[in-house]
C-alpha cells in the first residue's frame, strides 16, 4: 500500500540547470509534507517542508510546490550542484486528521538525483 | 548546530540474540521516534515515543520489540531476539513539536543478523 509514491527512481541533470523531483499521495488525509536529502551511509537530512494550506515554500534553491486537488508535491532545485546529487525522499505527515497520529512520516521510495558538472 | 547521536554505528550479531540500539536526542527535543530501512527499500516507520510512553506504533513494532528512555537522555530501541529480517539500517529522529514538526534524523545503526 504506497501512500506515498516517487515513481522516478532516478533523475540526472546538468549542473546549473534545474533539477524537479516529483511525488504523489493517496490520502487526503495528509496535511503536512517533508523533502529529505539521503548520502549512502547517513541519515536523511531535512531540506524543506509544507504545510497543506499553503501551495509554495521556498528556501534559497530549493521551493517545493503542493498541488492538493492532484494530491501532487514537487521540489525544485535552481540552480542543481554537483553536491546536490544523492538520494531524495518525499515524506507525509497525517497530524490530528490522521487517528490522532502523533506525526509519523510516510516516505516514498526514492529519487537518485545525480549532477553532472 | 545539534544534531541527534546513535550508537553503534554498526553491529552485527547472531539470529535469536538481543540488540539494544541508543539514540541521543536534540536535547530541547521532545518527540522521539525509530524507523527502519531495509537494503533496497524505503525508510518505514516504527514507533513513536512522547511523554514516556508509546504514541504509536506499527504494524512491524511487534512484541519482539521495545522502547524506552531510562535516564532522561538516551532513547533505546531493543530487539529481544533479533530474527535475519531485522537486519536494515535504524533511524532515530526527533522532533521539538509533534504534529507537523520537523523530524531530524540520526546517521543510523547499520544491523547485520547472522
Known amino acids: 500500500d504506497q501512500q506515498v509514491k516517487q515513481n522516478s527512481p532516478s533523475l540526472s541533470v546538468q549542473e546549473g540547470r534545474i533539477s524537479i523531483l516529483n511525488c504523489d499521495y493517496t490520502?487526503?488525509?495528509?496535511?503536512?509534507f517533508l523533502w529529505y536529502k539521503k548520502y549512502p551511509a547517513e541519515g536523511p537530512t531535512f531540506l524543506i517542508s509544507?504545510?497543506?494550506?499553503?501551495d509554495k515554500n521556498e528556501d534559497g534553491r530549493f521551493t517545493v510546490f503542493l498541488n492538493k486537488s492532484a494530491k501532487h508535491l514537487s521540489l525544485h532545485i535552481v540552480p542543481s550542484q554537483p553536491g546536490d546529487s544523492a538520494v531524495y525522499f518525499c515524506a507525509a505527515s497525517g497530524g490530528w486528521n490522521y487517528g490522532g497520529s502523533q506525526g509519523n512520516l510516510i516516505f516514498g521510495k526514492g529519487t537518485k538525483l545525480s549532477v553532472k558538472p | 548546530e545539534p544534531e541527534v547521536t546513535q550508537t553503534p554505528s554498526h553491529q552485527v550479531t547472531q539470529m535469536g540474540q538481543e540488540v539494544i540500539l541508543r539514540c541521543v536526542p536534540i536535547?530541547?527535543?521532545?518527540?522521539f521516534y525509530w524507523y527502519r530501512q531495509i537494503l533496497g527499500q524505503k525508510v518505514e516507520f516504527l514507533v513513536s515515543?512522547?511523554?514516556?510512553?508509546?504514541?504509536?506504533k506499527s504494524e512491524i513494532f511487534d512484541d519482539q520489540f521495545s522502547v524506552e528512555r531510562p535516564d532522561g537522555s538516551n532513547f533505546t530501541l531493543k530487539i529481544r531476539s533479533t530474527k535475519l529480517e531485522d537486519s536494515a539500517m535504524y533511524f532515530c529522529?526527533?522532533?521539538?513539536?509533534?504534529?507537523?514538526?520537523?523530524?531530524?534524523f540520526g546517521p543510523g545503526t547499520r544491523l547485520l543478523v547472522l
Open positions: 509544507i504545510s497543506s494550506i499553503k
Open positions: 515515543f512522547y511523554n514516556n510512553e508509546i504514541s504509536e
Open positions: 529522529a526527533t522532533s521539538l513539536g509533534g504534529l507537523g514538526g520537523t523530524q531530524y
Open positions: 536535547s530541547n527535543h521532545l518527540y
Open positions: 490520502n487526503s488525509m495528509f496535511d503536512y
